[in-house]
Nanobody
């Protein structure tokens, strides 16, 4: 079975930067689309960025120009690079795996990490 573990979260000041990493095990990363999602208190999971198995990438408008996603198949990891962080970026961040993701929707993903807290505050 596929397992995903997030790391790299923490507390940063507005305008700061943070990189999250998703380590994948139990299968070959090459075959999966990997999405990053986030969940603010009292809200549902929302897609952030997507790395497809074909090496294409996509990020939602609210983070475009600030967040980027990168894939390292040899190490079975996917990273989310975040710059110019804002308080509204505060959430629990999850990585998840899909056989194929069309729209970065949570219901497209079968495997999820445990989540990691990112807090943006002064």
């Amino acid at each position: 079975q596929l397992q995903l573990v997030e790391s790299g979260g923490g507390l940063v000041q507005p305008g700061g930067s943070l990189t999250l990493s998703c380590a994948v095990s139990g299968s070959t990363l090459h075959y999966y689309d990997i999405g990053w999602f986030r969940q603010a208190p009292g809200k549902e999971h929302k897609g952030v960025c997507l790395s497809r198995a074909d090496d294409s990438t996509y990020c939602v408008n609210s983070v475009k120009g600030r967040f980027s996603i990168s894939r390292h198949n040899a190490n079975n990891t996917v990273s989310l690079q975040m710059i110019s962080l804002k308080p509204e970026d505060t959430a629990v961040y999850y990585c998840a795996a899909s056989g194929y993701s069309d729209y970065l929707r949570a219901d497209e993903y079968d495997y999820w990490g445990q989540g990691i807290q990112v807090t943006v505050s002064s």
